[in-house]
């Protein structure tokens, strides 16, 4: 049974840094797409950052520069690394997995293993 299980979220003050963590158990496939995702209050969810097995990684415009997303040697263990937050980085982010790579995966729907999510806010 595959199971995400995120943690590291906080307040903290505009221009403040976090690091969210998401670990990964039971999930053993050599070629994979994981990525975060974040969902505001009254917003969609929406795709932030993602990373493959070879560790090739995409960001979202809005936190380009700002976020980077990375793997631990053991590919079991996603982070999230937040800097210079803002309050509209406000939300729930969750962490998702999937088979194949990540071509063409940044919906929701294209994602069938998530976390619970841990909240980020920023004021």
């Known amino acids: 049974q595959v199971q995400l299980v995120e943690s590291g979220g906080d307040s903290v003050q505009t221009g403040g840094s976090l690091r969210l963590s998401c670990t990964v158990s039971g999930f053993t496939y050599s070629t994979f797409c994981m990525a975060w995702f974040r969902q505001a209050p009254g917003k969609k969810r929406e795709g932030v950052a993602r990373i493959n097995n070879d560790r090739l990684t995409t960001h979202i415009d809005s936190v380009r520069g700002r976020f980077t997303v990375t793997l631990d040697d053991a590919k079991t263990t996603m982070y999230l690394q937040m800097n210079n937050l803002q309050p509209e980085d406000t939300a729930i982010y969750y962490c998702?997995?999937?088979?194949?790579?990540?071509?063409?995966?940044?919906?929701?729907?294209?994602?069938?293993?998530w976390g619970r999510g841990t909240q980020v806010t920023v004021s």
């Open positions: 998702a997995a999937d088979l194949w790579g990540c071509a063409g995966k940044f919906r929701e729907d294209d994602f069938r293993n």
